[in-house]
């Protein structure tokens, strides 16, 4: 059996396929492909995933993309502790949650992660090979993205609605967490993983929406989450400051 996993850092898509690998207990080989150097649009990581975005899975010469549906694949595919409720209605809502980050919230966080940390982290390279990188990547919308972070182009209207979603993500979390242990169900689930590889930074990126205390379900959930070893071996493969912001989850309930 072999799996090979070509991710980035633990964080949004990349690591929900590494944490719940982990999570299973499943040996992976880790290729970690540079984001910010455009590993993802190269011509070897282009015969594994044509579309060029990060992650992908090879698991016994099956290609594997999507990061949440590749996660239930991991569930469902190796032996290791279920990451799915066996309820119908658990079922449903750790789905539920799954969907909304995916389509809903998570391309808010991006959006605003794109604009803090990738744009500014590539933007002081020289023009004409930012404009031949960004040239060859495969997706036109990936295409806009990139252009808009490095330009710092994002409209307000665009960055307000990202606002509103977050406010508003926040607050459903919080009342979700004030109901049950855990984002789905009561045992731990895919949408708990799913919602921390968005949200672990919340408490720093959002200081003032989320902390101890104005959501103290999502700082209890958040640092139930990082208190796993699964999970603090997982954000130990991160590479970038942007995986490092997990150690706020260090600290004590204020
Ligand atoms: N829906 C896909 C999205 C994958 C995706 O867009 N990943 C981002 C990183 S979080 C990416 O590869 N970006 C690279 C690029 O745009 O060049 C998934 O969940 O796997």
Redesign the pocket.
């Given at each position: 059996m072999s799996v090979a996993l070509y991710h980035?850092e633990p964080?949004?898509?990349?690591g929900?396929p590494m944490l719940a690998l982990v999570e299973k207990g499943v040996a992976f080989e880790s290729r970690y492909l540079d984001?910010l150097n455009?590993d993802?649009?190269k011509p070897e990581y282009l015969a594994v995933n044509p579309?060029?975005?990060?992650?992908?899975m090879v698991h016994d010469g099956r290609v594997l993309?999507?990061?949440?549906?590749?996660m239930e694949y991991v569930d469902e595919a190796f032996d290791g502790p279920a990451l799915m409720p066996a309820g119908a209605a658990d079922r449903w809502r750790v789905r539920w949650w799954m969907k909304f980050m995916?389509q809903w919230l998570g391309p808010s966080f991006?959006m605003v992660g794109w604009s803090v940390f990738v744009g500014p982290s590539v933007r002081q390279r020289d023009p004409e090979e930012l404009d031949a990188a960004i040239g060859r990547?495969p997706?036109p919308e990936?295409r806009v993205?990139?252009r808009k972070a490095i330009s710092g182009n994002f409209s307000e209207a665009e960055m307000a609605e990202s606002k509103r979603r977050i406010a508003l993500g926040i607050d459903l979390l919080e009342r979700a967490l004030g109901e049950r242990e855990w984002l789905g169900s009561d045992v731990y689930s895919l949408a708990d993983i799913n919602g921390f590889n968005s949200g672990y930074a919340l408490p720093l990126s959002q200081p003032g929406l989320a902390n101890d205390a104005l959501t103290p379900n999502i700082m209890r959930w958040l640092r139930a989450i990082y208190a796993r070893p699964a999970t603090r071996q997982t954000w130990a493969m991160g590479r970038t400051q942007m995986a490092s912001r997990v150690s706020i989850l260090e600290s004590e309930p204020a």
């Open positions: 980035w964080n949004a898509n990349s929900k984001l455009f993802q649009h579309q060029g975005t990060i992650p992908a993309t999507e990061s949440t549906a590749m995916d991006s990547i997706l990936r993205a990139w």
